[in-house]
């Protein structure tokens, strides 16, 4: 399996634009985790998923931040609309069961101007 | 509610030196608890973890952790620092929460290493 894969690597887009992160699991993990890492708060859990059912939203900002899973190999994080404050590091992170570690992926490093 | 601290944000060692990575968790139940390191541009990638077998765990680079119920602590040594080690360093509890389970992380210790 090739990871977690995330895309885009890096993004930037103006204040006001919509934006979308996208997180492929590895194939058979039924937990799916999206976190953000700023200087300022650290590593932050917005929201994870399990069996594609969001569980836990409680880390997630505002209105303006969604999340979905429509299937077990895809998962969308959307920022609409975006704002500077948005600017970090998202992770996107799968397990397969409880008590196992979370695999990372690469991130995606998102600078909203 | 369930939680690791670490203590200091940043620690410098000298190449060949101890490394002791310092975490203290919070927890009602005996909790699940990770060593991630990441480095510069990287996702984060598991270094070990404890989910209620052996006390003391072995992970990858040498590095290793012991579980103190004792003291609720989970601190993460390696006998010879490298220059490599150089990274951020994570200490994470999985706990229950809603019916489902998550990990929460600590705030991260940054590892210096020099010559």
């Known amino acids: 399996d090739a990871g977690v894969i995330q895309s885009p690597r890096h993004e930037v887009t103006e204040m006001g634009q919509e934006v979308t992160l996208r997180c492929k699991p590895i194939s058979g993990h039924d937990y799916l985790f999206w976190y953000r890492q700023t200087m300022m708060r650290g590593l932050e859990l917005l929201i994870y998923f399990n069996n594609n059912v969001p569980i836990d939203d409680s880390g997630m900002p505002e209105d303006r931040f969604s999340a979905k899973m429509p299937n077990a190999s895809f998962s969308t994080l959307k920022i609409q609309p975006s704002e500077p404050r948005d600017s970090a590091v998202y992770f996107c992170?799968?397990?397969?069961?409880?008590?196992?570690?979370?695999?990372f992926g690469q991130g995606t490093r998102l600078t909203v101007v | 509610a369930q939680s690791v601290t670490q203590l200091g944000s940043h620690v410098s060692v000298s190449e060949g030196a101890l490394v002791l990575l310092r975490c203290n968790y919070s927890?009602?139940?005996?909790?699940?608890l990770f060593w991630y390191v990441q480095y510069p541009n990287q996702g984060l990638q598991l270094l070990l973890k404890?989910?209620?077998?052996?006390?003391l765990v072995k992970g990858i680079n040498g590095f290793e952790a012991e579980f103190k119920k004792s003291e609720t602590s989970f601190h993460l040594t390696k006998p010879s620092a490298h220059m490599s080690d150089a990274a951020e360093y994570f200490c994470?509890?999985?706990?229950?929460?809603?019916?489902?389970?998550?990990?929460?992380f600590g705030t991260g210790t940054q590892l210096k290493v020099e010559l």
């Open positions: 927890s009602s139940v005996p909790p699940y």
């Open positions: 992170a799968s397990s397969f069961d409880w008590g196992t570690e979370a695999f």
């Open positions: 994470a509890v999985r706990h229950s929460t809603g019916g489902g389970n998550k990990l929460t």
């Open positions: 404890y989910t209620s077998a052996a006390t």
